[in-house]
Each structure stands twice: as C-alpha cells, then as structure tokens.
Nanobody, 124 residues
Framework: QVQLVESGGGLVQAGGSLRLSCAAS????????MGWFRQAPGKEREFVAA????????AYADAVKGRFTISRDNAKNTVYLQMNSLKPEDTAFYYC?????????????????WGQGTQVTVSS
C-alpha cells in the first residue's frame, strides 16, 4: 500500500503560480508511477499530469501543457506539480495518485492509490 498526502493548494490570482506536493509513505515509492488529477464541481475527475518512476517519462493534459510541470524526488518520496500562468478554469480539487505498474497512464481507473486532495482556487 501507498499512502498519499497532498499539500500546497490555496487561492491565487489568475496568472499566478502554485506548487503542489504529494508526500508518499508505504511501499517503495520509486517503483510507482505518479499522477495528478483534478475535479471541478459538477465535473468528472480529469487527468492533469503523470510521471514515470524514473522521472524520464511524463505526460500532460492538453489544457495544462506548457504551464504545468510534474516532477518527483524519490529520495524524499515526494511528487510535485508546479503550476504557472494559472487560469480561473484551473480551479478544482487536485488529487495525487499512484499506479503500481511501470507505464504512465491517463485514466483515473488505472491508478491504485489516491490522496485526499487539495483545493486550488484561481480568481479572475
């Protein structure tokens, strides 16, 4: 099992930046593919970004490409989501997720572990 705890959410003005962190504990973190998802009120949970265990392979949703960067520090058992040029439409609850297999995936159902989430609100 992997336990995930997100932090770093908050309120920011449009154009601003935030960095989300996800601290993991439990089984070997470095062997787990990590992802970020988000869910806005009344909408389905959607993929944001994912990173392979080595950090060498990443994937992003089209809506965040060029603005968000996912990274991980296996020595600290932590994955990050740097969010720049934030827009009001980025407002959502952001979740960290872990996947036992080695391939990066974009479907929420393909992830095995989930954190409780952190709220990100972008004001216009």
């Amino acid at each position: 099992q992997v336990q995930l705890v997100e932090s770093g959410g908050g309120l920011v003005q449009a154009g601003g930046s935030l960095r989300l962190s996800c601290a993991a504990s439990g089984r070997t973190f470095s062997s787990v593919v990590m992802g970020w998802f988000r869910q806005a009120p009344g909408k389905e949970r959607e993929f944001v970004a994912a990173i392979s265990w080595s950090g060498g392979n990443t994937a992003y949703a089209d809506a965040v490409k060029g603005r968000f960067t996912i990274s991980r520090d296996n020595a600290k058992n932590t994955v990050y989501l740097q969010m720049n040029s934030l827009k009001p439409e980025d407002t959502a609850f952001y979740y960290c997720a872990g996947r036992r297999t080695s391939t990066v995936a974009k479907g929420a159902r393909e992830y095995d572990y989930w954190g409780q989430g952190t709220q990100v609100t972008v004001s216009s």
